[in-house]
């Protein structure tokens, strides 16, 4: 009797445990499209065809090598719409001895799984840090700095090292990263995949099922095989690696990606591995085409970053998205969902999300989730916002950037303190203040930017609870400075602006 080998969306890597562990022969592939997984939050479409697309692409490779797959299209007559009813239904089918399937990326997914008839559960070793490994590494600690969990990892994979310690001498060459964009810096655009005829037709399908949800499907070009994987891969490392370290934190009107590599996406569904991605990078270096920050710098944001949120999202356990420390509670403002705004470093990274179901990490943590948790936003809306409109969101490693790094909703589990900005900051990052109708540098008054009060009045709202935080008190110091008056008419606009956002 056969056995039944479920492939969800995001496990679409030839290397998975599960074609590893049963011989071709015995083996039934399982893949549906299914209508929960599209619509537990409204996913971006383009994201809806990102999956199916890969998914179908991975099917017919599969059985191009001889595997036996049982595809369920989302529009097949018979899809009951849901993991579990079509796992038992085809177990059914192939009259299946058992099943046999890597555990999902997410604890609602996962538990799903755990109720299928006579399952063996493998675990995704896709990662290079297995969730036992960071679970020990976290258990006996207060905090968890990425930066110690980094050097780990460093030592591990042997990336840019020599012997036992980092080439170059230095573990993290930030300190030469993050400049200023030159006026005029013209920046490569990235690789485009134009749709084949699979991806054409499951436009169709998306176009017809899915045009409710927010975001713009025309402008579609994501890799979907890992052929193309390779190509966007190649492509980064050739023309946006060089200078990825010094526009890393950089936003400029009209420039959507700058040096980033916009691999995500790929990486998650498994199109490429963490550990092939940081080779190629640090090839370049030893080739001497791309400089040390910016390969060390791309390296960390993978067997660093990457890594480190996933091993924390399962450690911290699967109410990990119901936490709410600051007790935020305002319904997601509108603005996020493409409603019209005059702050231009909002309405940049919301365009850019609805055309291409990607913001740039500082437009997701200075922009997008700044503004939210400035605002006081409830951080479940955040989260499923974030989970819904990015290609590249599943949940082990949004929820840990959305609820702890950005809205601090952790309580400090991930961040050591907020990541609260004004105006200044944003002024300082990139050119967006230079075309936006208010002025960066008021507090107050009717073109103010709106930005520098919600800090301000962010801030004075938490007193009880942050100011007792190290690291935030050069901000509260800068409060107290602030006469008693000037404090009132800050805290005012504040008011008057969240009012009217209401
Ligand atoms: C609020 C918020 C939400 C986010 N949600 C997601 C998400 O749903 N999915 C997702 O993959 N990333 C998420 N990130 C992390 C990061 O913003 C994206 O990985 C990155 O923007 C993807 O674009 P890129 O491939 O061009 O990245 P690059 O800037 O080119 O970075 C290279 C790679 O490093 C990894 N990486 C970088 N930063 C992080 C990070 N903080 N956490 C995990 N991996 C990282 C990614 O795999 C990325 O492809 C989020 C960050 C924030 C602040
Ligand atoms: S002035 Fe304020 S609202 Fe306008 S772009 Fe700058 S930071 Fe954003």
Redesign the pocket.
């Known amino acids: 009797m056969p056995t039944l080998i479920p492939i969800l969306g995001d496990q679409l890597s030839h290397s998975l445990a599960s074609l590893r562990a049963v011989p071709k022969s015995e083996a039934i592939i399982l893949m549906m499209e299914v209508t929960e997984e599209a619509t537990h939050v409204p996913h971006h479409p383009q994201k809806i065809a990102l999956f199916f697309s890969a998914m179908r692409h991975f099917a017919a490779e599969l059985r191009e090598q001889g595997w036996t797959v049982d595809y369920v299209t989302l529009d097949d007559a018979q899809n009951t719409g849901g993991f579990t009813h079509e796992v038992t239904r085809a177990a059914a089918r192939h009259a299946a001895s058992r099943i046999v399937t890597v555990k999902a990326g997410e604890w609602r997914v996962l538990a799903a799984q755990a109720s299928w008839p006579n399952v063996t559960l493998l675990d995704d070793d896709r990662f290079l840090c297995s969730i036992d490994q960071f679970a020990a590494w976290a258990a006996p600690r207060k905090r968890l700095v990425m930066e110690d969990f980094y050097r780990i990892m460093r030592r591990q994979t042997g990336l840019l090292m020599d012997g036992d310690q980092p080439i170059g001498g230095q573990w993290n060459y930030d300190a030469d990263n993050r400049k200023a964009v030159p006026k005029g810096h013209r920046f490569t655009p990235p690789l485009r995949f134009a749709p084949d005829a699979i991806t054409a037709e499951v436009l169709a399908l998306v176009r017809t099922r899915f045009d409710n949800h927010f975001g713009a499907l025309d402008s579609f070009a994501w890799p979907v095989t890992r052929h193309h994987a390779l190509e966007a891969l190649h492509d ?1 490392i050739t023309h946006r690696l060089p200078g ?1 370290g010094d526009y ?1 934190d950089a936003m400029v009107t009209g420039e959507d ?1 700058l040096n ?5 996406p790929a ?2 569904l498994g199109l490429l591995s963490p550990l092939e991605v940081c080779q190629a990078a640090q090839a370049a270096f030893h080739a001497g085409t791309a400089p040390l920050n910016a390969v060390e710098g ?1 390296i960390r ?2 067997i660093g ?2 890594e480190y ?1 996933r091993g924390l999202y399962w450690f911290a356990g699967p109410d990990y998205t119901s936490r709410n420390h600051l007790n935020a509670h305002r319904p997601l403002p509108a603005l996020f969902w493409g409603a019209p705004t005059d702050l231009k470093c909002l309405s940049e990274a919301v365009d850019a999300t609805r055309r291409n179901a ?4 500082i437009q ?2 200075m922009i ?2 700044n503004f939210a948790m400035l605002t006081g936003t409830d951080p479940a809306e955040v989260h499923r916002w ?2 819904a409109v ?1 290609a ?3 949940e082990w ?2 929820a ?3 609820i702890g ?2 809205q601090f909703a952790d309580g400090g589990l991930m961040a050591t303190k907020p990541y609260a900005a004004g105006g200044a900051y944003v002024n300082r990052m990139g050119n967006h203040c230079r075309t936006c109708r208010y002025d960066v540098k008021a507090r107050t008054g009717p073109t103010a930017c709106p930005l520098n009060s919600l800090y301000w009045d962010f801030l004075a709202r938490h007193e009880e609870t942050l100011a007792s935080n190290q690291r935030l008190w050069r901000m509260y110091d800068g409060w107290r400075r602030f006469s008693a008056d000037e404090q009132q008419r800050i805290r005012a606009q504040a008011a008057t602006f969240l009012a009217n956002l209401a």
């Not at 980033?260 to 995500?264: E, I, K």
């Not at 990607?358 to 990490?361: I, L, N, R």
């Open positions: 980064f990825f890393q990606v980033h590599s916009l691999l995500s990486l998650n791309f944001q993978i970053w990457r949120v990607m913001a740039h990490h997701r943590l997008l989730g974030y989970l990015y590249d969101a599943l490693v949004e840990p950037n959305v790094m950005s």
